[in-house]
């Protein structure tokens, strides 16, 4: 019998079935993969410089003790494919501003900052904003941040149905190129923090996809202070086999031709899925569902054995639950934050290659 998180799960990845069936992926991209198959690791995931364009817009009336700021600066991304650089700088053109929002106290900000990764198909995280984000402002002691990923929210070109629409698809240029600009933005947003604004200490944390994304941050130099995924991993060519969810990406490859066995070769030289943390398991504090049906249980511990059995802290219930253990989450991230050392430069994982 179902738990009732899988059921809930399961009704929200038949719901997503209705909506990704409108319509599939429209180009077929497997033929301009070869920058991205087995790519080293600084040329999918260059090093970026402090932006100097970051344009700050504080809100005219403000209440409590917080404030927050909306942040604009141009997108340093470069896409691999020659081809896609036309959609990128074409249709796609709203994704060449990055968007984000930083919360702080209403009389400055502090050493300390946690950046915020939303999930995939959100039009913008206003919930987490109204409710999760100020707690880990208040409870963990630090300023917090938020960015829009590509395809999302003001990001979404007007083409899209929905919001993130082309984020996952079977057009696999597309998803790269989304991955690493998303990666490239919270990356150029941390290099700012610090170099411009001065902080001393960096995390990232991240929900589904987002939770992902702060995973492959902890895999480039150099990584956040410390990580707090929640509810992902970077399993990708196995999720499209497996989860509900991304039942049409996994349909439009089989329509291009790309049996299942070609899947798992293709994701394999795509890399995500073998990426290696530089950040120390110590560093780390993941946080799974025990019945997630999107981002099983399974390839969580297999990816936590891979990555040397960082913490973890697993929560009840599936990836639609998720809220119901909000509390448990904020109580284990403040533990985990408050018995960190002191901010300084992160140590590398013993393991750690790149």
């Given at each position: 019998?179902?738990?009732?998180?899988?059921?809930?799960?399961?009704?929200?990845?038949?719901?997503?079935?209705?909506?990704?069936?409108?319509?599939?992926?429209?180009?077929?991209t497997?033929?301009?993969?070869?920058?991205?198959?087995?790519a080293?690791?600084?040329?999918?995931?260059?090093?970026?410089?402090?932006?100097?364009?970051?344009?700050?817009?504080?809100?005219?009336?403000?209440?409590g003790?917080?404030?927050?700021?909306?942040?604009?600066?141009?997108?340093?991304?470069?896409?691999?494919?020659?081809?896609?650089?036309?959609?990128?700088a074409?249709?796609?053109?709203?994704?060449?501003?990055?968007?984000?929002?930083?919360?702080?106290?209403?009389?400055?900000?502090?050493?300390?900052?946690?950046?915020?990764?939303?999930?995939?198909?959100?039009?913008?995280?206003?919930?987490?904003?109204?409710?999760?984000?100020p707690?880990?402002?208040?409870?963990?002691?630090v300023?917090?941040?938020?960015v829009?990923?590509?395809?999302?929210?003001?990001r979404?070109?007007?083409?899209?149905?929905?919001?993130?629409?082309?984020?996952?698809?079977a057009?696999?240029?597309?998803?790269?190129?989304?991955?690493?600009?998303?990666?490239?933005?919270v990356?150029?947003?941390?290099?700012?923090?610090?170099?411009?604004?001065?902080?001393?200490?960096?995390?990232?944390?991240?929900?589904?996809?987002?939770?992902?994304?702060?995973?492959?941050?902890?895999?480039?130099?150099?990584?956040?202070?410390?990580i707090?995924?929640?509810?992902?991993?970077?399993?990708?060519?196995?999720?499209?086999?497996?989860?509900?969810?991304?039942?049409?990406?996994?349909?439009?490859?089989?329509?291009?031709?790309?049996?299942?066995a070609?899947?798992?070769?293709?994701?394999?030289?795509?890399?995500?899925?073998?990426?290696?943390?530089?950040?120390?398991?110590?560093?780390?504090?993941?946080?799974?569902?025990?019945?997630?049906?999107?981002?099983?249980?399974a390839?969580?511990?297999q990816?936590?054995?891979?990555?040397?059995?960082?913490?973890?802290?697993?929560i009840?219930?599936?990836?639609?639950?998720f809220?119901?253990?909000?509390g448990?989450?904020?109580?284990?991230?403040?533990?985990?934050?408050?018995?960190?050392?002191?901010?300084?430069?992160?140590?590398?994982?013993p393991?750690?290659?790149?």
């Open positions: 019998m179902l738990t009732i998180g899988e059921a809930v799960d399961r009704a929200v990845g038949f719901a997503s079935i209705l909506l990704h069936g409108l319509r599939g992926a429209h180009e077929n497997l033929g301009d993969l070869g920058p991205y198959l087995d080293p690791l600084e040329t999918v995931f260059p090093r970026p410089v402090a932006p100097r364009d970051v344009r700050r817009r504080r809100p005219r009336i403000a209440f003790p917080r404030i927050t700021e909306t942040l604009r600066w141009t997108s340093q991304h470069v896409p691999l494919c020659p081809h896609y650089r036309t959609r990128h074409g249709e796609y053109r709203r994704n060449l501003r990055v968007t984000g929002r930083w919360i702080h106290p209403r009389e400055g900000q502090r050493r300390r900052a946690l950046i915020y990764v939303h999930g995939w198909l959100e039009p913008g995280p206003f919930v987490e904003e109204a409710v999760m984000l707690r880990f402002h208040d409870e963990l002691g300023d917090v941040l938020h829009q990923l590509p395809f999302h929210g003001s979404n070109p007007k083409s899209a149905l929905f919001h993130g629409e082309f984020f996952w698809s057009d696999l240029v597309r998803t790269m190129e989304a991955v690493r600009q998303s990666v490239l933005d990356r150029t947003l941390m290099a700012w923090l610090r170099e411009v604004q001065g902080y001393e200490e960096i995390g990232v944390t991240g929900i589904s996809l987002g939770g992902g994304l702060t995973m492959a941050l902890a895999c480039v130099d150099p990584p956040p202070d410390y707090l995924p929640i509810i992902g991993h970077l399993k990708l060519g196995e999720a499209v086999e497996e989860a509900p969810i991304l039942w049409r990406m996994r349909s439009d490859l089989e329509r291009f031709g790309i049996d299942r070609q899947r798992t070769e293709l994701f394999r030289r795509l890399g995500l899925g073998t990426l290696k943390p530089k950040l120390a398991p110590e560093r780390q504090l993941w946080f799974p569902a025990t019945d997630d049906v999107y981002i099983t249980a390839l969580v511990k990816q936590w054995e891979e990555w040397g059995r960082p913490p973890i802290e697993w009840p219930g599936g990836h639609m639950t809220p119901l253990s909000l448990q989450v904020i109580a284990k991230a403040k533990a985990f934050h408050d018995a960190l050392p002191p901010p300084g430069r992160v140590s590398a994982s393991g750690s290659s790149g």
